[in-house]
């Protein structure tokens, strides 16, 4: 068997096609819907990849500014460009980019973005909203694996898919949004052993542990579906995920490729969040407020 | 094989000492800790269950108030109800008791309730706290369960734990309480067949579903631990378990009674947690405040 290679670029792609009829019709409310990203290093490869979301919402009609408060920047200084951004009406969507600077906590500062403009998840009120079924932005990685899934017709409900890794950015709110569409779920991590024995018995495997090459082929059922989330930056600056894929594109039907797979729909995910926030805004006729007050924001 | 008995008492006498410690302490600050109990129904078991809260309460030295709006209560008298509670300083656990009066949305009043004196974790936001290791109540449900497990030394850690039904009070943070506790985890439910692939590959088995009977024997590996959940009340007004315990308990190592289990633990966690979030404003010299700033309350 060689697996089906589940590129991200057509699945980008047809999300943009939503963000341009959302921008269309925000445009005959004279609305432009506008990102905010707040950035607080000098970090060169943060800086490239911001400055590539600032591109993409240019080409799609989102507005995207970058405020940069230098790696100096205090705790203080970025709570209330938060809270300030939060209660900008002209504000749609807003993103706090990582690393912060040292001493600087991101749990401080998150719960100041409001949920309505949280457009990656990062407010731990936006991942307890998704995990009850209320409206709210899920964090893009974890949502482009579920596009992905969708896009290709690999169907999730009454399917067994086992998500490998428990971060707050992708294991967890993956984890909701697969229960939702009524997948079972397993979640396991650095602690499960041996891994193989959680992984070959889903239909669907997600790979989210930033492990390069820790799923080889004896961790997949024949036939299996397999996602590979992990973006590591190799010594030779090579992009690696979590998954060898030479050995299980051998077992697998279908194996998302990295580079060119989940990693390549996240930017379109934060503009269609943030042309959908702004449609929300409009539709409400009033800025979107915080907790408990979110109206539909999907 | 004869499951040994998980009774709940001895868990719950344990976690009334703790109580008892936590009373003591602040009793020297001149503090009594004190839980309010929003009710706003006529529904004749209820009232019954508020007054056996009331009653713990009184016995362990925690002053419970009991508010009751009437089964006429509306959204708006409710959430000014919570919101007051949630600013007074000398209310510091706050319950908001289902049923609710026709119409009203326990989601639009949760969000009203400051998740430093949610001591049954019913805001989103104390689920999504506890989803990303934040300091936040979990619902006494599911934090009983854990309960259970540690105080009769059954490890999770490593250990793989399968979980029957999704809801917000026992299944979804339960889940979160697990995978901190370094459990690898499944999360199974109604669209979950057959239903035995999934109980049977874990070592423990948590049943949360409301379905009486629906786990027997065929769905558990020889000497797994099994919790029962399930509180169903049958034609006869007997309280029926979500297990078959007659059958297995031929197979499992172990098994939590109902009635006598889990839920004989819980309105013991509810003073716990009303205890320490009486602690936690004490300590921090005034009122726990909301979203983001609620500090050490464990």
């Not at 699945?11 to 963000?19: D, E």
């Not at 070959?200 to 590979?228: K, S």
Request: aromatic residues 2%.
């Amino acid at each position: 068997m060689s697996a089906v290679s589940l590129a991200g670029a057509p699945v980008a792609k047809a999300l943009r096609a939503g963000i341009a009829d959302n921008v269309a019709r925000l445009a005959s409310d004279g609305i432009v819907p506008a990102l905010a990203v707040v950035v607080a290093t000098d970090n060169e490869s943060t800086h490239w990849y911001v400055r590539s979301i600032a591109k993409a919402a240019d080409k799609a009609g989102v507005d995207c500014r970058i405020i940069d408060l230098g790696p100096t920047a205090s705790a203080e200084q970025l709570k209330s460009t938060l809270s300030e951004l939060s209660e900008d009406r002209q504000t749609h969507g807003i993103i706090l980019q990582t690393p912060l600077p040292d001493g600087v906590q991101a749990d401080e500062l998150v719960p100041h973005i409001d949920p309505g403009k949280d457009i990656d998840g990062a407010n731990p009120l936006s991942l307890g909203r998704l995990a009850v079924g209320l409206p709210a932005f899920a964090p893009a990685t974890a949502r482009a694996v579920v596009e992905l899934l969708v896009h290709y017709d690999v169907p999730v409900e009454g399917r067994h898919v086992a998500i490998v890794g428990r971060s707050a950015v992708v294991g967890k709110p993956l984890l909701h949004l697969l229960l939702e569409r009524n997948a079972s779920v397993t979640i396991c991590h650095s602690r499960s052993r041996p891994l193989e024995d959680y992984t070959r018995a889903a239909d669907v495997v997600v790979v989210a542990a930033g492990r390069p090459g820790l799923v080889t082929e004896r961790h997949v059922a024949p036939g299996a579906v397999v996602v590979d989330v992990g973006t590591n930056v190799l010594e030779d600056g090579a992009l690696a995920g979590d998954v060898d894929a030479h050995s299980v594109e051998q077992v697998a039907s279908a194996l998302s490729p990295v580079p060119g797979g989940v990693g390549t729909i996240t930017t379109a995910l934060l503009l269609l969040h943030t042309s959908v926030a702004a449609r929300a805004a409009v539709e409400a006729k009033g800025p979107l407020v915080s907790s408990g007050t979110v109206r539909s924001i999907r």
